[in-house]
Each structure stands twice: as C-alpha cells, then as structure tokens.
C-alpha cells in the first residue's frame, strides 16, 4: 500500500530536505509572525485557530486551506500527479 503523501512531504522534497524539517520551519515561521512587531500582521496570525499554545503547521494549513474555500480557490490547492 503506497503511503499518503502531504503537502510537508511535497515540499520538504522539492527542497531536499525531510518533513520534519519542512514541519519545523514553519512552526519557526508562525513563531516569528506571532511576535510580528506590527500588531495587524500578528493579528492576522493569532487568528489561526489552534489547540495549544501556538499553532501546528497542520492547523496552519488547514486554516488556509479553509480559507481558499471560503474564497473560491480551491483550484490552488491542487497538484499534479506526476511530481
């Protein structure tokens, strides 16, 4: 059985790296917009729902993929078979 791939998976690939360190950049990245110094763009990341402390990079993307939807675009949240 093939396993499932992710969107972590695709991009750690495309960078040569593993998902793990793919999953730890973002969370570096919601760290860093959560203590943005400009309170609209920290604002705009508090809004992520989230069960703990700070988001996981999983419920960051599912919150953008919620939010695609809600905007129409869920022609991006699509890729092709053959990467």
């Known amino acids: 059985m093939a ?3 992710t969107i972590f998976d695709k991009w750690a690939k495309e960078r ?5 360190e793919m999953k730890k950049i973002i969370l570096e990245r919601i760290k860093k ?12 990341w508090e809004k992520i729902p989230h069960a703990g402390k700070i988001p996981t ?14 905007y129409g675009r869920e022609d991006l949240l699509q ?3 053959d990467r």
């Open 79 to 81: 890729w092709p078979l």
């Open 57 to 70: 990079p999983e419920e960051w993307i599912n919150y953008i993929v919620k939010k695609l939807k809600e």
């Open 16 to 20: 040569g790296i593993t998902t793990e």
């Open 33 to 44: 917009g959560l203590n943005d110094p400009d309170p609209e763009k920290r604002a705009q």
């Open 3 to 5: 396993v499932q791939k």
